[in-house]
């Protein structure tokens, strides 16, 4: 069994306030675009393994994909084991939650495989004790994300368009971003009730209009790169740019295949390393 892995972008990202529990409150609108991963799930006896594509990131038990498989074992007792082959296209720790739609993947497929008949609704508590963004990624489409992140409201679909995705050769821990956020370093504050209006009057300029992440507080800062990269992808005519997440990946949209295409072609010849051409995706089951 073979299963697409979605990243995900954050149209508009509030930080809003710090809890008890070390966790910060947020509310996000969240959108899956097309850059995926492939996860390859072969039944077998027992155990769980783990291959991945990529020397770069660790096939071991400290894999979202593993820990997702690991869960889902030791909550049901199940006797039965897995391989999981991961093919890494989304790149690793760029505001693009590719370790948390690998392990959401993980969570369906082996609902499936194994034939665990678990809820949606099951899946997604099992998926919140993973990461926040975990739940997110098993439903995708378009959604309102409260809580940590995991409390979610579907929302209608946003209109298509194509998503330039641009990364500089930089890591950013999501942790480090959080735990430097200071409210009074804001500069635009995410209008979250507007960013919903234009989803729900199907209105991509409105989407654009309102694209607002409060962690660019923090993340550019630190990483003045970031922000040249959105200036440029608006010189090169992007209708708008944003970070994504906790970055460092900034993502801009088009209407037109065509543009986007050199859109990028033009941050590659700036020397940006990571540059991909996505396109938004509605909910997939
Ligand atoms: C910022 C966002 C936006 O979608 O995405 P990424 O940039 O990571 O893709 C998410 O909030 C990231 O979610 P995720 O990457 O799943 O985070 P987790 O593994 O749950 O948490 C990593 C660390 O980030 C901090 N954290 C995370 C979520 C949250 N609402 N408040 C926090 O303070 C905590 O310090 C936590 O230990
Ligand atoms: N399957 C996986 N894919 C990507 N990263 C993973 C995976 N499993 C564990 N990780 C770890 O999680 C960290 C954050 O990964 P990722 O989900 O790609 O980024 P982000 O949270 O910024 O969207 C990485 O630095 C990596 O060490």
Redesign the pocket.
């Known amino acids: 069994m073979t299963i697409k892995a979605y ?2 972008i954050n149209l508009a990202l509030d930080v809003l306030y710090k809890r008890p529990d070390g966790y910060h409150e947020v509310a996000m609108i969240m959108q899956a675009i097309s850059l995926n ?1 492939t996860v390859a799930l072969t039944s077998q006896p027992a155990t769980i393994n783990l291959s ?1 594509n990529i020397p770069s ?2 096939a071991d038990t ?6 997702a498989a690991a869960l889902l074992k030791e909550y049901t007792q199940t006797e039965q084991g897995v391989h999981i082959y ?1 093919e ?1 296209r ?14 959401a993947a993980v969570l369906k497929g082996l609902n499936q495989l194994w034939e665990l008949n678990l809820s949606l609704d099951e899946l997604s508590k099992l998926a919140a004790r993973l ?1 926040s ?1 975990v739940p997110f990624c098993l439903y995708n489409g378009t959604m309102l994300a409260t809580g940590r992140g995991e409390v979610l409201e579907p929302l209608p679909p946003m209109p298509h368009c194509y998503v330039v995705l641009a990364k500089p050769a930089i ?4 942790a480090w971003v959080y735990g430097q956020f200071r409210a009074s370093e804001v500069c635009v504050r995410p209008d979250i009730t507007a960013m919903r209006e234009a989803l729900v009057s199907s209105s991509l300029a409105g989407v654009a209009r309102h694209l607002a992440n409060a962690l660019e507080s923090v993340t550019i800062p630190a990483h003045p790169e970031i922000l040249k990269i959105k200036e440029d992808m608006l010189a090169y005519g992007a209708m708008a740019a944003l970070m ?4 460092p ?1 900034v993502f801009g949209l088009s209407e037109c295949l065509e543009q986007a295409e050199q859109i990028a072609g033009q941050l590659r010849s700036q020397g940006v390393p990571e540059v991909f051409i996505a396109e938004t995706v509605s909910k997939v089951e």
């Open positions: 990243a995900k991963d991945v990131l660790a400290s894999n979202l994909a593993y820990r991961l890494k989304i790149p690793l720790a760029a505001g693009l939650a590719g370790g948390s739609a690998d392990a990461g963004d890591e950013v821990p999501t994504s997440g906790s970055g990946t």
